[in-house]
């Protein structure tokens, strides 16, 4: 029994509707990493000060770290939905695109976003490396994000078996909590 004989193929008005979304997410994603990485940059510079920005919303207070946390999470949203991009169109030239999966287009991004942050914050606390030990430079903090975007599963993955967390897919009563290692 194939893929296609399992679930019903997506509804082509649905497939227009995440085809839009995934252009409009690239695009904001695209506008936004040009916007804030100058202000990263500069924001990134020994003795600067926060600046007062506004984007999609109210003003707030921008630090380095903060701009460093939009860069990534911007980086991961492009990943994302690169990862994305590829998988739809691929799927939707064959015809293979099911009904079911139209909340993960939307909501990968999002996902994808958060688990850059962590990742981010991996990789800047010491926890994981990412190029030479002590590098530390916008452009591998956003490289950190894309590839935890373009790589979602993975880095979930990696992270859960590298803080040790139980399986998601097996019940909690089968498993053992994993001990401290202090």
Do not use: C
């Not at 227009?16 to 100058?38: E, K, Q, R, S």
């Not at 500069?42 to 707030?60: M, N, Y």
């Not at 991009?85 to 991004?109: C, H, M, N, Q, S």
């Amino acid at each position: 029994m194939t893929a296609a004989a399992t679930h019903p193929p997506m509804r082509p008005v649905v497939q227009w509707a995440v085809a839009i979304w995934l252009m409009l997410t690239a695009l904001v994603t695209f506008v936004g990493l040009v916007w804030i990485w100058p202000i990263a940059l500069e924001l990134s510079a020994e003795g600067a000060q926060p600046q007062r920005i506004r984007w999609l919303g109210p003003d707030f207070k921008a630090t380095a770290m903060t701009s460093l946390i939009l860069v990534v999470a911007l980086s991961a949203v492009a990943g994302s939905v690169v990862q994305l991009i590829t998988v739809f169109t691929l799927r939707a030239g064959k015809g293979t695109l099911e009904r079911g999966y139209e909340a993960w287009y939307f909501l990968r991004p999002l996902a994808a976003a958060l688990v850059g942050i962590v990742f981010f914050l991996a990789v800047y606390a010491g926890l994981m490396t990412i190029g030479e030990p002590g590098q530390e430079s916008l452009p591998v903090y956003a490289t950190s994000g894309a590839l935890a975007g373009l790589f979602t599963d993975r880095v979930l993955q990696r992270l859960q078996s590298l803080l040790g967390a139980t399986n998601p897919d097996a019940p909690g009563s089968t498993q053992q909590v994993p001990a401290f290692q202090g």
